[in-house]
């Protein structure tokens, strides 16, 4: 059973950083793509940023580049994001995603970051 476990989610302060965690489990995770995703309220979910679980390469929505970093760490399964300079409309919940091609099927249950302006 795929698990993807979210942390490191808080209250902030605009211009702060945090970095989010995502904790998988329950198979291998080579040849799949892991993604962050953000839902404001009110708004729909959002991508923010993805990686090859392979290959390493990422790709960015044009709202975090420069200033959010994905990366993972293959002895630990865990997916990270580095969130810099965090700006008010960064304030969401932050899911973790896995899939293959271009379907994300397994989720986590996200973390809240608030940023304060």
């Known amino acids: 059973q795929v698990q993807l476990v979210e942390s490191g989610g808080g209250l902030v302060q605009a211009g702060d950083s945090l970095r989010l965690s995502c904790a998988a489990s329950?198979?291998?995770?080579?040849?799949?793509?892991m993604g962050w995703f953000r839902q404001a309220p009110g708004k729909e979910r959002e991508f923010v940023a993805r990686i090859s679980w392979s290959s390493g390469r990422t790709y960015y929505a044009d709202s975090v580049k420069g200033r959010f970093t994905i990366s993972r760490v293959d002895a630990k399964n865990t997916v990270y994001l580095q969130m810099n300079s965090l700006k008010p409309e960064d304030t969401a919940v932050y899911y973790c995603?896995?899939?293959?091609?271009?379907?994300?099927?397994?989720w986590g249950q996200g973390t809240q970051v608030t940023v304060s302006s």
């Open positions: 329950g198979r291998t995770f080579s040849g799949y793509r």
């Open positions: 995603a896995a899939g293959i091609s271009s379907t994300f099927e397994y």
